[in-house]
């Protein structure tokens, strides 16, 4: 079994939550390796060209040029300790999800808590006077508008569930979603400012999306038909493509095949002769009902 066979079978056996954390984690590896390899080429240039493809630029006519970058810029990491603790946090907060909501809905809070970031950065930049002059080079990457969606979100819908924290002890999600929102969101703002914002959107979305769902109302819905329709148009697509062939056997092979089943048969009829019917394997007994179907 080839390695990719493995990763492909990985893949599509795991979780939602699994597999969000598997795509950031892919495309973290992949922007490392083009990373070392304009490194050693001395063209690091290249690699910067290369991220700006993921990032969600904060230039409003650049964004018209690259829409997918609202998407793209979730899954996107530099550092290896930027990815690794929005995947810790998505793992803890999203195990916690997955145990009063669906694989669905975790999925419908990443994405549109990531763009809801996204736009409050992108916005917020071309509203105050402090970022005008930042527009032009500015980018946003990373997963935390869509994490502070997730940790929001499950902690406004159970705020009573209990978490054991080391040393601490005992502790409200909500109290935890609080202190987390606070830290990365308010602490040192004038440092990663964009970052910043883009956490309030993501958490303002995963607020939003509680209240609604509390109401009956689906937030998500609409995302839902559209990965639905993705997700049944490449199914089309690859049963569309699987064409099996098979070769037309040689009058050798086909004499040799009759000979060998006419074999099988007389042996079965000799089988009859001594013992009977009922003597027969149930293999046996269908094999010589296929038989007689073919004569009759």
Known sequence: MS????IKKTFSDANKLNRLIYINVAVFLFLSAI???TYLFNDEAFSMKVLRLFAVP?????????PWTLITYMFTHKDILHILFNMLWLYWFGRIFL??????????????????????????????????????ESVAIGASASVMAVVVAIAAYVPNYPVHLLL???????????GIFVLTSFMDFSVNSGGKLAHMGGALFGYLYIVNLRKGKDPGRTLNRIIDSIASLFK??????????????TDYEYNKAKAERQEKIDRILDKISKGGYDSLTKEEKD???SESQKQN
């Open 168 to 178: 601490i002890g005992r502790v409200k999600i909500i109290w935890i979603a609080v």
């Open 99 to 136: 145990e009063y909501l669906d694989q669905r809905k975790l999925v419908v809070v990443y994405i549109l808590g990531g763009i809801s970031g996204a736009i409050v950065y992108v916005l917020s930049f071309n509203i105050f006077p402090v970022f005008t002059s930042l527009i032009p």
């Open 236 to 249: 089309a697509r690859k049963e569309k493509m699987k064409v099996s062939y098979s070769r037309k056997k």
């Open 58 to 66: 904060a230039s409003l006519r650049t964004l018209a040029m690259k």
């Open 287 to 289: 094999l010589l009902f």
């Open 35 to 37: 990373s070392i390899i």
């Open 3 to 6: 390695l990719w066979h493995n």
